[in-house]
């Protein structure tokens, strides 16, 4: 599986955006770019996803560098609620039935201060 | 529309003993997955399942098994259990359709402590 590298933990501080990096710079040119977080005593939950273009949606937004080998999650305005482990994970559009295995890596701890 | 729900959520076992997981996907999602969590390894995928078949398999000894039934709800089993299986585990269920790349939805977890 392509790796990604992540910061082990970011700090940030409330109502500010935040930027979240992740490289991947070994990525296939059918995995997708995916991104879950998992907060305290929670599981995983699903963020965001992308191919090659910037994606938005009511969570966050997924800015996707032109070469693919890096990508940004950015949470606009980072709450509380945001304090989480998040994990970049990159998944084979065409992997068929392989592409429901899910390989996390050890993530990015955002600390959020109020 | 209710989640993915995993019982118990909490489990104490001796070394030696084996244990049973349970899990209930979301209605309509027919592919469940199985992660164990620890401190020290992370996130490592176990298995998948989809329409009672394992279709994927993590780097596992055999002592860790499961199946799936025809309502998609999953077990997972975990035989001789030794200290290191001490672990939170997730179970994630997922829509399968044709090329998608669906998200997972994940459980709260079994936390399994083995003493």
């Known amino acids: 599986d392509a790796k990604t590298t992540q910061p082990n933990s970011m700090e940030s501080n409330e109502e500010e955006p935040v930027h979240l990096p992740c490289n991947h710079s070994?990525?296939?040119?059918?995995?997708?770019i995916h991104w879950y977080r998992q907060l305290p005593s929670q599981g995983p939950e699903y963020v965001i996803h992308?191919?090659?273009s910037n994606v938005n949606n009511r969570m966050a937004s997924l800015a996707i560098a032109e070469d693919r080998k890096s990508s940004t999650l950015i949470l606009h305005r980072a709450t509380l609620r945001d304090a989480a482990v998040y994990y970049c994970i990159l998944r084979d559009g065409f992997g068929g039935g392989s592409n429901y295995k899910l390989t996390f890596g050890k993530g990015t701890l955002l600390t959020v201060n109020p | 529309k209710a989640g993915v729900t995993q019982t118990p959520r909490y489990l104490i076992k001796t070394r030696g003993q084996q244990v049973t997981l349970s899990c209930s996907p979301i209605?309509?999602?027919?592919?469940v997955s199985w992660y164990q969590q620890t401190p020290g390894q992370g996130l490592q995928f176990l298995f998948e399942?989809?329409?009672?078949?394992?279709?994927n398999k993590g780097n596992f000894p055999g002592r860790f098994s499961g199946r799936q039934f025809s309502n998609s709800r999953s077990e997972m089993n975990v035989s001789t259990l030794e200290l290191g299986d001490s672990a939170l585990y997730l179970c994630a269920s997922s829509l399968v359709t044709s090329g998608g790349l669906n998200e997972q939805f994940f459980g709260p977890g079994t936390r399994l402590t083995v003493l």
């Open positions: 209605s309509g999602h027919r592919s």
């Open positions: 399942y989809f329409s009672e078949t394992q279709r």
């Open positions: 992308g191919l090659t």
């Open positions: 070994t990525i296939s040119g059918t995995d997708y």
